[in-house]
């Protein structure tokens, strides 16, 4: 799917997995990489809030609610949790 402005492009597996290295932007992984990632970026810059991004590309609906609910669900409480006793 391509959204408007956009353009489109293909990445390799290993671009893919470059792009989404533990040091990098990209937010994609298991609850526990995203979390690790958010807590990363925690230590660095001590923000208090986190914007994400979930649609990319136009994804369906289901999937895109199922990424809300793990982040809500499974990633939150790790990331409160390591916060807290930060704290």
Do not use: C, W
């Not at 391509?2 to 353009?7: M, V």
């Amino acid at each position: 799917n391509q959204q408007r402005g956009s353009f489109s492009f293909q990445l390799s597996f290993e671009q893919f997995i470059e792009i989404t290295g533990p040091n990098m932007a990209l937010f994609v992984g298991s609850p526990e990489e995203v979390a690790e990632k958010i807590i990363k970026q925690y230590e660095f810059f001590r923000h208090s809030r986190f914007l994400a991004q979930p649609d990319i590309g136009g994804q369906p609906f289901e999937l895109v609610k199922n990424s809300m609910n793990l982040f809500a669900n499974e990633v939150v409480p790790i990331v409160r949790n390591h916060i807290e006793l930060k704290s």
